[in-house]
């Protein structure tokens, strides 16, 4: 039974440009939840979605937007990247079940770079 | 607004030394969930407990053990003999409808 994953592992990019990381969930999970981790920091989190639409949106500019495929998996993108976006994605994947959270399993991260 | 403290930010034990980790939260909901993950040097996020507002009952799960209380808003954590493996960042996170936020992590080195 794969667990959540993410791609890339890691990245590297200048400011000004554009990045798309990728998520696909824990089999049996239909959420998907991303936070930003900053070194030394909690995850923050960003957004999460559920039936392909973004149902809960922490404090994040307009920059960072999502989408959710039909499979449940997932993309994060980032436009415009600042200095400041360098930081760990996480992806959780977790059940919605009968509209309360189940637990959020973890993937093991993307590692953005911004130069 | 959510917020959770783990004011011991960095804790150094000797192995086999027992070592209770501090998680204080603040929501005005009734109904949340609190979880402890883990975060070894590898990055990645290990799910260890999760815990309903509703049930205080306190749960040990071989050498770990939280202590749930809801009178003083608090969720601990404490390893019991601990060893040179449970060295690694433990977040506390508190959830409510889908947000889940997470505590700033106490880094946690256990000293062979």
């Known amino acids: 039974d794969a667990g959540v994953t993410q791609s890339p592992t890691h990245l590297i990019k200048t400011r000004g440009q554009q990045v798309t990381l990728r998520c696909s969930p824990k089999?049996?999970?239909?959420?998907v939840s991303w936070y930003q981790q900053a070194l030394g920091q909690g995850p923050q989190f960003i957004f999460q979605?559920?039936?392909?639409?973004?149902?809960q949106r922490g404090n994040f500019p307009d920059r960072f937007s999502g989408h959710q495929f039909p499979n449940y998996s997932s993309e994060l993108n980032v436009n415009a990247l600042l200095l400041g976006d360098s930081a760990l994605y996480l992806c959780?994947?977790?059940?919605?079940?009968?509209?309360?959270?189940?637990?959020?399993?973890f993937g093991p991260g993307t590692r953005l770079l911004v130069l | 607004a959510q917020k959770v403290t783990q004011a011991q930010t960095e804790i150094s034990v000797v192995e086999k030394e027992d070592v209770t980790l501090d998680c204080v939260y603040e929501t005005r909901d009734t109904t949340y969930y609190l979880f402890w993950y883990k975060q070894p040097p590898s990055g990645e996020l290990v799910f260890l407990i999760r815990?309903?507002?509703?049930?205080?009952q306190n749960e040990i799960s071989g050498r770990y053990s939280w202590n749930f209380q809801k009178s003083t808003s608090s969720f601990n954590f404490t390893i019991t003999a601990s060893q040179v493996v449970d060295s690694a960042v433990y977040f506390c996170a508190l959830s409510e409808e889908g947000e889940v936020t997470f505590g700033i992590g106490t880094k946690l080195q256990v000293i062979p």
């Open positions: 089999s049996g999970h239909d959420t």
């Open positions: 815990r309903n507002s509703f049930d205080e």
């Open positions: 979605y559920y039936e392909e639409e973004e149902r």
């Open positions: 959780a994947s977790s059940f919605r079940g009968e509209g309360y959270q189940e637990t959020q399993y």
